[in-house]
C-alpha cells in the first residue's frame, strides 16, 4: 500500500498486514548513505531502547576468531561459484545469526546494519523499516567521503546495491528491494531524521 501525505512525512509503503502490538525490536535497513544510522540511533534513545548495529560483528569476530573481512564479506557480499560448494560462508553465517538473536532475546532493541530484516522475518513483534534515498544525493555523500568524482561515486553505490540485492536472492531468495520484505518503506528526501523517528516512534507507542 502506498501512502502519500503531500504536507507530512512520505510513507511509501506500510504493509497491509502490519498489525499492532508490542513492538520490541525494529530493524532498519537502508543502502550506504540513506541515514538510517542516524535514525536508529536517534529513535533508540528517544524509546529508551539499546541501539545495536557494527558490535554484534565485532562481538563475533572476537569469540569465533574470526577476521572481520570474511564475515563482513559474507553478510555482504553474494557468493562466488567456488563458495557454493563450500560450507565457509555457512559457518561465518550461523556464527553472526547466534549473536545476534542472543542481542534481540533481550528485546528493546533497535538494530541497524547487515541482514536483520532477514534473521528475523518471522517473528511478529519486530517491526522492519527500509530507509531509501535519492540516488544524486546518496552520491554527493560518496563524493565528499571518498574525494572521488560523481561517477565514481554511482558506480560504487550501484555496485555496492547490487551486491547486497544479489545476497539476499543468493541466500533467501528474496530481493533486497522488494517492499514486502518490510512494514514500512520511508523515504528519506522528504524527511528529515526527525520526521522518521516521529513517525516509527509513533507506530511504537501506540502498541
Partial sequence: MVRKNPGGPRVIYQSLNFREFIVAIITISRGSYSRGKEVAEALAQRL????????ILLETCEEFSIPEIKLVKALHDAP??????SHG??????????AFLNHMAKDNVVYHGLAGHFFLQDIAHVLKVRIIANMEDRVKEEM???????????YMLKKDDSERNKWGLSLYGKDTFNCNLYDMVLHIDAMTVEDVVDVLAGMVEKG
Fill in 144 to 154: 565528499k567521503r571518498e574525494n572521488c568524482s560523481a561517477e565514481e561515486a554511482r
Fill in 89 to 98: 560462508r555457512e559457518r561465518y553465517m550461523s556464527y553472526f545469526n547466534a
Fill in 48 to 55: 529508551g531502547y539499546t541501539c545495536v548495529s557494527r558490535d
Fill in 80 to 85: 562466488s561459484i567456488l563458495e557454493r560448494f
